[in-house]
């Protein structure tokens, strides 16, 4: 009896060595993940010319009220929601047509859009300003041609961002809803044409309710990866530009002086998106997924 | 149904244009001495040449595969040893670490490395030290990445019944693991650490505000070219793109090899 005691107890101390294995992992997370974001929390609350004021919401309160930081956030915003719906319309529409399509030409498809998916930042910013920059090679064809449209656009504006963003999103999204449309059956279609539906109804009744929940969670990794982008349109118009991203990085590092405790509450206003798109995603993927239990 | 294949092609014929208009283009731009016209003149590779005798090109690549590299290397080790305590001794712990590991998906490159740059940068320890903050930062932005692909590796090989088999052996568990598991995972572990790559390969933000000038990946370095000539930078650009693209080809032959091994495995 006390030898088998003794016997459980060893295994158990021998079973808490193995919180050993863990350490380096905890160690990693907390300094570089979970330390420097409640850091930044907290320094968001300071205040950056007075050191012993640790709880103000000035900072906050200067975002909200200073024009230039509401520009930013308001052009992110645009952009971000811009790029994001241009983007699910187009992955909606490509990923049906590789549905629809299975031979050879949709599996070059899907290796365009990988390869593609890792081409954003500055590589992006410089392809597109080869192509519509001021002696962008498209914009001189234009001129030959008298294409009125394409001379008059401007490529380092909120639009050219735009274009930019919507072509990042593109492989991404795609990519992702493609998985999704393998869980739609033949049958659901065979049976909507049997009672007199078209294709029209396919979609909006059975199609796309079915689909609903990998858009939104779709639309939540478009919403968040445009939100964050810094390098495409910092490599376009560098600081040039209001955008959250670029304006939290310059109160860290640059060239005017640099106010971190500003930059923690822009960060925080961000991380504030993100979380509102999440939990809202969530929400909707609860409301959207209801029908899958019963 | 003939009809709604030819819309397909149709559309993904669109698509494929689109993305690929802006990558030939500049690899045309890249070939020629001007393009002021409809049609580049004057086909060299002039520019190749003289970003290939570049010794600040060449630093560059070696310094991008070193800040690739070494901080995959030690997220790997790191979430291959936490992944061993928590599913063979602390199931319990899994849903703790998962949720830490996925953290990163949500704050990404600008507010990462903000907050590693407040918050280390002004100290004088070792975790001040320039290459020390960007490493971590690294090794977070790849942890899901990395996290994700271990495990579904851990799943498909029914790890406790092989370690269990490996002790009544006369194995120990730790030693099993690496002997055993690890090799039978590998090829979700190369997946994963590629997608690593590809990400850190990527990456502009992260190195610009936490590297000290003397530390520039590729991605800098095709930044500061395109400051000074456009057909430099095109050479450059052809080049992260030539690797770009090498990456997510052995990514997606890997891929598709370890799905026709499944099928013939679960065929027989």
Same mark, same amino acid.
């Given at each position: 009896?006390?030898?088998?005691?003794?016997?459980?107890?060893?295994?158990?101390?021998?079973?808490?060595?193995?919180?050993?294995?863990?350490?380096?992992?905890?160690?990693?997370?907390?300094?570089?993940?979970?330390?420097?974001?409640?850091?930044?929390?907290?320094?968001?609350?300071?205040?950056?010319?007075?050191?012993?004021?640790?709880?103000?919401?000035?900072?906050?309160?200067?975002?909200?009220?200073?024009?230039?930081?509401?520009?930013?956030?308001?052009?992110?915003?645009?952009?971000?929601?811009?790029?994001?719906?241009?983007?699910?319309?187009?992955?909606?529409?490509?990923?049906?047509?590789?549905?629809?399509?299975?031979?050879?030409?949709?599996?070059?498809?899907?290796?365009?859009?990988?390869?593609?998916?890792?081409?954003?930042?500055?590589?992006?910013?410089?392809?597109?300003?080869?192509?519509?920059?001021?002696?962008?090679?498209?914009?001189?064809?234009?001129?030959?041609?008298?294409?009125?449209?394409?001379?008059?656009?401007?490529?380092?504006?909120?639009?050219?961002?735009?274009?930019?963003?919507?072509?990042?999103?593109?492989?991404?999204?795609?990519?992702?809803?493609?998985?999704?449309?393998?869980?739609?059956?033949?049958?659901?279609?065979?049976?909507?044409?049997?009672?007199?539906?078209?294709?029209?109804?396919?979609?909006?009744?059975?199609?796309?309710?079915?689909?609903?929940?990998?858009?939104?969670?779709?639309?939540?990794?478009?919403?968040?990866?445009?939100?964050?982008?810094?390098?495409?349109?910092?490599?376009?118009?560098?600081?040039?530009?209001?955008?959250?991203?670029?304006?939290?990085?310059?109160?860290?590092?640059?060239?005017?002086?640099?106010?971190?405790?500003?930059?923690?509450?822009?960060?925080?206003?961000?991380?504030?998106?993100?979380?509102?798109?999440?939990?809202?995603?969530?929400?909707?993927?609860?409301?959207?997924?209801?029908?899958?239990?019963? | 149904?003939?009809?709604?294949?030819?819309?397909?092609?149709?559309?993904?014929?669109?698509?494929?244009?689109?993305?690929?208009?802006?990558?030939?283009?500049?690899?045309?731009?890249?070939?020629?001495?001007?393009?002021?016209?409809?049609?580049?003149?004057?086909?060299?590779?002039?520019?190749?040449?003289?970003?290939?005798?570049?010794?600040?090109?060449?630093?560059?690549?070696?310094?991008?595969?070193?800040?690739?590299?070494?901080?995959?290397?030690?997220? %790997?080790?790191?979430?291959?040893?936490?992944?061993?305590?928590?599913?063979?001794?602390?199931?319990?712990?899994?849903?703790?670490?998962?949720?830490?590991?996925? %953290?990163?998906?949500?704050?990404?490159?600008?507010?990462?490395?903000?907050?590693?740059?407040?918050?280390?940068?002004?100290?004088?320890?070792?975790?001040?030290?320039?290459?020390?903050?960007?490493?971590?930062?690294?090794?977070? %932005?790849?942890?899901?990445?990395?996290?994700?692909?271990?495990?579904?590796?851990?799943?498909?090989?029914?790890?406790?019944?092989?370690?269990?088999?490996?002790?009544?052996?006369?194995?120990?568990?730790?030693?099993?693991?690496?002997?055993?598991?690890?090799?039978?995972?590998?090829?979700?572990?190369?997946?994963?650490?590629?997608?690593?790559?590809?990400?850190?390969?990527?990456?502009?933000?992260?190195?610009?505000?936490?590297?000290?000038?003397?530390?520039?990946?590729?991605?800098?370095?095709?930044?500061?070219?395109?400051?000074?000539?456009?057909?430099?930078?095109?050479?450059?650009?052809?080049?992260?793109?030539?690797?770009?693209?090498?990456?997510?080809?052995?990514?997606?032959?890997?891929?598709?090899?370890?799905?026709?091994?499944?099928?013939?495995?679960?065929?027989?």
């Amino acid at each position: 009896m006390g030898k088998e005691r003794s016997r459980a107890l060893t295994n158990r101390n021998s079973k808490y060595i193995y919180l050993l294995a863990l350490l380096p992992f905890l160690f990693l997370v907390v300094m570089y993940e979970l330390l420097p974001l409640i850091m930044l929390v907290v320094d968001s609350f300071g205040i950056d010319k007075k050191p012993n004021i640790h709880f103000s919401l000035e900072n906050y309160q200067k975002i909200f009220t200073t024009l230039s930081y509401k520009t930013a956030i308001l052009n992110s915003l645009r952009i971000t929601l811009t790029s994001t719906a241009v983007g699910i319309v187009i992955a909606f529409l490509g990923a049906r047509a590789a549905y629809n399509s299975r031979g050879r030409f949709r599996s070059v498809f899907m290796t365009i859009l990988n390869m593609t998916s890792n081409f954003a930042g500055v590589p992006l910013a410089f392809a597109y300003m080869i192509l519509l920059g001021n002696a962008g090679v498209v914009r001189q064809i234009a001129n030959v041609y008298g294409v009125e449209f394409i001379q008059n656009f401007d490529l380092y504006s909120r639009s050219g961002l735009t274009l930019m963003y919507i072509y990042f999103q593109i492989p991404l999204s795609t990519l992702l809803l493609i998985p999704a449309f393998n869980g739609i059956r033949t049958e659901w279609n065979e049976a909507n044409m049997l009672l007199g539906g078209n294709s029209l109804h396919f979609w909006g009744k059975i199609g796309i309710p079915v689909l609903l929940p990998s858009i939104f969670s779709t639309l939540s990794v478009l919403f968040a990866n445009a939100l964050c982008a810094y390098a495409t349109a910092y490599a376009l118009l560098m600081n040039n530009f209001s955008l959250l991203p670029i304006n939290i990085s310059a109160q860290f590092v640059g060239d005017i002086r640099t106010k971190p405790k500003l930059g923690a509450a822009l960060s925080v206003v961000m991380m504030v998106i993100m979380c509102i798109v999440i939990l809202l995603n969530n929400y909707i993927t609860k409301k959207t997924t209801k029908w899958e239990k019963r | 149904m003939k009809r709604t294949k030819i819309y397909a092609n149709i559309v993904m014929t669109i698509v494929i244009v689109w993305l690929l208009i802006p990558l030939i283009a500049t690899i045309i731009y890249s070939l020629f001495e001007t393009w002021t016209g409809i049609v580049p003149q004057g086909f060299t590779l002039d520019a190749y040449k003289s970003i290939f005798t570049n010794g600040a090109f060449l630093t560059s690549m070696y310094q991008t595969l070193l800040v690739c590299v070494v901080p995959i290397l030690i997220t %790997i080790l790191v979430v291959l040893l936490a992944l061993f305590a928590v599913t063979v001794y602390f199931p319990r712990l899994e849903k703790y670490v998962q949720i830490l590991c996925m %953290i990163p998906y949500t704050i990404q490159g600008v507010i990462l490395s903000v907050s590693i740059l407040s918050l280390y940068a002004r100290g004088t320890s070792i975790f001040s030290g320039r290459m020390v903050m960007l490493f971590g930062a690294y090794c977070i %932005i790849i942890l899901p990445h990395i996290f994700n692909g271990i495990r579904n590796g851990m799943r498909a090989v029914n790890m406790n019944m092989l370690l269990e088999a490996a002790e009544m052996l006369g194995e120990s568990k730790l030693k099993a693991f690496f002997k055993i598991i690890v090799p039978n995972i590998l090829t979700g572990i190369t997946v994963s650490s590629l997608l690593g790559v590809g990400l850190l390969f990527g990456d502009y933000v992260i190195i610009r505000n936490l590297s000290s000038s003397n530390v520039n990946n590729m991605q800098q370095f095709l930044y500061q070219s395109m400051k000074r000539s456009s057909t430099e930078a095109s050479a450059v650009f052809v080049v992260i793109m030539l690797i770009t693209f090498a990456i997510t080809a052995v990514v997606l032959t890997l891929q598709s090899r370890s799905t026709l091994e499944k099928i013939r495995n679960e065929r027989n």
